[in-house]
């Protein structure tokens, strides 16, 4: 999970550990990008807002690196029209969701990334 809100990123963890997934976190795209190459997460939540780097640039960097460029992102984002959506799938993301998000749908979109 990448956000630079820790309210986001406490709710986060707790949904997905509830949902019996471990998670890690960062709170800036450059602090997540890294984390991403050295813990090699099977799935990233990323916010598209950020310091540093923001959620499009890491997804860019994440598809253009060989070691992480098949890992599935799933960008989260109060960025919601659908030209937003549109550059957030054409920057590599896997799907993109809009906040506020319901949690069952974002936890359905999770499971079918990873299956």
Known sequence: ????????????????????YRTVSASDGQAGLQCVRDQHPAL?????????LDGLEVTRALRAEAE?????????SARALPADVAIGLDAGANDYVVKPFDITDLLER?????S
């Open 68 to 76: 992480t460029s098949a890992v599935p992102i799933i960008l989260l």
């Open 1 to 20: 999970m990448v956000d630079d809100d820790p309210m986001i990123i406490r709710l986060m963890e707790r949904i997905l550990d509830d949902a019996g």
């Open 44 to 52: 990233v939540v990323l916010d598209v807002m950020m310091p540093k």
């Open 110 to 114: 999770i499971a079918r990334l990873l």
